[in-house]
């Protein structure tokens, strides 16, 4: 069953895009991909330049951390980061001159080839910006023959509406960077995954796609489960894969990332910045925002007239299905962040029994029962009959149930006892 | 100082909540029920054959029965469980078992075993076995069983309401078709009662609140658009009936009046609406639903011609909810591999043909007059 979700983007959509570029301090968390084994790379007292590289993560990616101001690193301090977790993060005073090293430009993006191109999208520490962080270099970095390239700009969370935001500002860009990257990697085709109900982003891309005979558009439904890579790639190739795409020749790349790889591509500039979409009906004035890699989420949410009231406040990094809740406001932007969702905390509901209305097996879209699952938590072996390993922990199964049992915790709970 | 919660996502949920869903089944009630009293309470007091207290009844029989049911859980909480629960907060989920079980007697019922059938229903029914969402069969259909258990022991099985008894001599080849030789004819089947459109209607005799297919029908789409419902239980169930009595009334030269009786008749759609889709006792991935409806479907078949047909589906669906669980393993499987149950399917139709042609072979002959005729009673 497909699940519509309501959509709540009208005010951020309607709502020009604006900047905050000017922090005090930056402070660059050491983690990637929820992995904080990341090598430091500078010491207090050190001048840095905007784009240079402060950290770099251990292997096997090894893909840097950037600095996105130039200034002194004035020393090391702990953070929330938007897993929940405290994170140890680079602090460093913005000089305010925005001096770079190494910059360039570079008409013709198809110019280099694929070994250049893995290696500049790697050292310009360009990884999925669609929320995952995964090193995007890694994806290429592959000796299959890739045939497809899947962009996403489905962005089925509701309230987010960053990918949005970049698509309709950057279209030309995009499609030329596609087109780049398509004849440098030597792949066949590329569709673009947007919502049928998206009629303004179908619009802007139809427009601008006719010289670009290789790249078409992919309309996907209105569910929310639209956007989940797997079933993208199914609906788009036909084809199963069993951990990664890159198995049948295929690479999923979010919208906002091909943007990034843009600016490496044609300036040589790392990922030091990105549109985060600041919303929720605790913020006075919701709307996207361009905001330096390392800005405290603080300073921006007080740069746009900040919250409308000070206590009730529930603080999500991320999307209201697959975000975060956080204890404070103390987050600093990283690369994937793509959401800063802040709601009035709503009241604590009571949960009623399991009535088995079978409503969280018929949404899910990993195809499990969490009924059974629940009713099954005592047994390691039905568990992994049930292949609780499956679940994507896209949060419809809690969403949908009437009890107001939190069926996705249910299943975290069985994956962590399969997994022993 | 900002005051920051944390909250376990997701952050947003869905409104159609369990409260929701009980009130979408009680709205979608409210037809039958009224049916209910202006057939067993209103056309008797129209044609004088009960007094005022006679006319409300059928309303005072399913308050009882309800208000025993509430009761009944309040106490059990309050002096077993030893719960704090406040009456009115638990008030929604405890109607249900005494509310169907009066829907499902009919209405010459003793009052007293109405409310002994009542407080059975919810203590051996639900609350034994842990209340809301932990039991295995269907409350009010032990409820009933007991009952009408204790009528036939009685010798006190009537389903004619006073003014049904001064035109039908008696409704015994509608509730037991069983203990005719044949499969029945137009004559004997459907016409002391009027037409078919009496059976959808609800104009004929039966429980005090079965008999109304239309209305049933209405509340299947209503609580179906509102999400409250497994839909596809009933459909797989009244579809198997009606495909197996097609094939009896096929073999043996009946129209299509005769599927077509089937499933309006002897409150089957009654049951298979609202007491097969009971959601705690009823199986939740798809595929499993679809072996249960057809397997309901089967079993209904097999009894509607050994013994009188509201029972056989009383019986039929107890067994099936004892089947729940074990189905509902083989469904979750079939998510990921069909295969796993398409042969259980297969084997359900291959069983369900041979029914119907075991069915048509043993009540084969029409042509014999039927011996208990139930002619009109001027």
């Known amino acids: ?420 | 100082m900002k005051e920051i919660h944390i909250k376990e996502g997701p952050f947003i949920k869905s409104a159609n909540k369990v409260q929701n869903m009980m009130k979408n089944l009680l709205i979608s009630l409210i037809p039958i029920v009224l049916f209910s009293f202006y057939k067993n309470g209103y056309l008797p007091f129209k044609h004088g054959k009960t007094d005022i207290i006679g006319l409300i009844y059928p309303l005072i029989f399913i308050l009882v029965s309800v208000f025993t049911s509430c009761l009944t859980e309040y106490f059990y909480n309050v002096l077993i469980k030893k719960e704090k629960k406040s009456f009115k907060s638990n008030l929604l989920f405890s109607v249900f078992p005494g509310l169907f079980l009066a829907l499902t007697l009919p209405i010459n019922t003793p009052i007293w075993l109405l409310i002994i059938g009542a407080f059975i229903a919810s203590i051996f029914g639900k609350m034994i076995w842990g209340g809301l969402g932990n039991n295995k069969l269907n409350p009010a259909l032990v409820g009933n069983l007991f009952v009408i258990l204790m009528l036939l022991l009685m010798g006190n099985v009537n389903y004619l309401n006073s003014y049904e008894s001064t035109i039908i001599a008696d409704a015994n080849s509608l509730v037991n078709p069983a203990t005719l030789n044949v499969i029945g004819t137009y004559e004997t089947l459907v016409a002391p009662y009027g037409s078919l459109w009496n059976f959808l209607i609800g104009t004929v005799p039966g429980a005090l609140g079965t008999t109304s297919v239309l209305f049933c029908i209405i509340a299947y789409f209503y609580l179906t658009y509102k999400k409250a419902l497994k839909w596809r239980i009933p459909l797989v169930y009244i579809g198997t009936v009606f495909i197996i009595t097609y094939f009896i009334g096929f073999l043996n030269g009946v129209g299509l009046w005769y599927p077509t009786f089937q499933i309006l008749s002897g409150g089957l759609m009654f049951m298979a609406i609202f007491m097969a889709t009971d959601p705690v006792t009823s199986p939740t991935t798809p595929t499993a639903q679809v072996v249960y409806g057809m397997s309901l479907g089967i079993l209904t078949v097999l009894f509607r011609y050994i013994i009188p047909v509201s029972n056989g589906i009383v019986i039929s669906i107890l067994i099936m909810n004892g089947l729940t669980i074990l189905l509902d393993k083989i469904g979750a499987q079939a998510r990921f591999d069909f295969k796993k149950i398409s042969i259980l399917i297969l084997v359900e139709m291959v069983l369900a043909l041979a029914v119907s042609i075991y069915i048509a072979e043993v009540k084969n002959n029409l042509s014999v007059p039927n011996q208990e005729s139930n002619l009109l009673q001027e």
């Open chain 1, 1 to 420: 069953m497909a699940l519509h979700l309501p959509k709540y983007k009208k005010r951020t959509i309607d709502h020009a895009l604006t900047k905050y570029l000017r922090p005090k301090y930056i402070y660059i968390p050491l983690i990637n991909a929820g992995d904080t084994n990341i090598t430091n790379l500078v010491q207090k007292g050190d001048y840095v330049y905007k784009g240079s590289i402060v950290a770099r993560r251990k292997n096997p990616f090894k893909i840097p951390l950037l600095s996105s101001v130039s200034g002194t690193v004035i020393g090391f301090e702990e953070h929330l980061c938007y897993n929940g977790e405290i994170v140890k993060c680079i602090k460093i005073e913005n000089d305010f001159k925005e001096a770079t090293i190494n910059s360039s430009k570079n008409d013709k993006l198809n110019t280099y080839s694929k070994k250049e191109f893995i290696e500049i999208i790697k050292e310009c520490g360009i990884v999925g910006m669609g929320g995952s962080g995964f090193p995007t270099f890694a994806k290429y970095d592959t000796k299959k023959k890739i045939n497809t390239l899947i962009i996403d700009a489905v962005e089925s969370e509701p309230y987010v509406t960053a990918d949005y935001a970049v698509a309709s500002n950057y279209i030309e860009e995009i499609l030329e960077t596609i087109d780049a990257i398509l004849e440098i990697n030597n792949i066949e085709k590329c569709y673009i995954a947007v919502k049928k109900s998206n009629h303004e982003l179908v619009n802007i891309i139809n427009s601008h796609i006719g010289t670009y005979l290789k790249v078409k558009i992919f309309l996907v439904d209105d569910s929310y489960a639209s956007g989940w890579e797997r079933m993208l790639v199914s609906k788009i190739t036909k084809e199963e894969y069993k951990i990664h795409p890159g198995e049948i020749g295929v690479i999923v790349n979010n919208i906002s990332t091909i943007y990034a790889i843009y600016e490496a591509l044609k300036y040589n500039r790392g990922l030091t910045e990105r549109i985060v979409t600041f919303t929720g009906d605790m913020l006075k004035v919701p709307q996207n925002i361009i905001v330096k890699v390392g800005t405290p989420v603080r300073d921006v949410i007080d740069a746009i007239e900040g919250y409308k009231r000070n206590k009730d406040i529930t603080f999500i990094a991320g999307g209201p299905m697959m975000g975060t809740s956080l204890s404070s406001d103390d987050l600093m932007v990283t690369p994937n962040l793509n959401c800063v969702l802040i709601i009035k905390k709503s009241k604590d509901e009571e949960s009623l029994p399991c009535i088995r209305c079978g409503k969280c097996v018929e949404v899910c879209p990993a195809k499990l029962s969490p009924v059974l699952i629940k009713e099954n938590l005592k047994s390691a072996e039905k568990l992994q009959k049930l292949q609780v390993e499956k679940c994507i922990e896209c949060g419809l199964c809690s969403y949908v149930c009437p009890s107001n049992l939190n069926m996705r915790e249910c299943v975290k709970l069985a994956k962590s006892k399969v997994r022993g």
